[in-house]
């Protein structure tokens, strides 16, 4: 489930919500927040800027968030540094998501130009 809903994505806008989520990411990752909370921020990351569903965005993020005992967020402290392994999280992401059996061959094609397109909005929007 979104941490905003439906409604309130469509009146503050798609960029606007992507931002946010973004942001909360970052400073999930540099807080105290648990990794099942920062899982979470990426499922609503997913499911608003993919327009997947919860069962895929949780399954594409349990392998590279969760699981992932090599990828440790959490202690970066440069803030650049955190960005660009974020970013790393979401390419993977995308190329699970190219492989995942469990989307169905027509909604695979939208979900991986949608990937493209909203790690190429985040990367203009937070990477220089």
Request: proline share 2%; hydrophobic share 45%; with cysteine.
């Amino acid at each position: 489930m979104y941490y905003s809903d439906l409604e309130d994505i469509e009146e503050i806008g798609w960029d606007r919500f992507v931002c946010d989520a973004w942001e909360a990411i970052f400073v999930a990752y540099r807080s105290t927040a648990g990794i099942r909370s920062i899982a979470r921020r990426w499922s609503d990351l997913l499911q608003a800027g993919l327009g997947c569903s919860e069962e895929i965005a949780d399954l594409l993020l349990r392998d590279q968030v969760v699981v992932r005992q090599d990828r440790d967020l959490m202690t970066i402290k440069d803030p650049e540094r955190l960005l660009a392994a974020m970013d790393q999280v979401l390419a993977d992401i995308g190329a699970d998501m190219a492989e995942l059996p469990q989307i169905r061959p027509s909604d695979r094609d939208r979900l991986v130009a949608a990937h493209r397109e909203l790690r190429e909005f985040l990367r203009e929007n937070f990477l220089s």
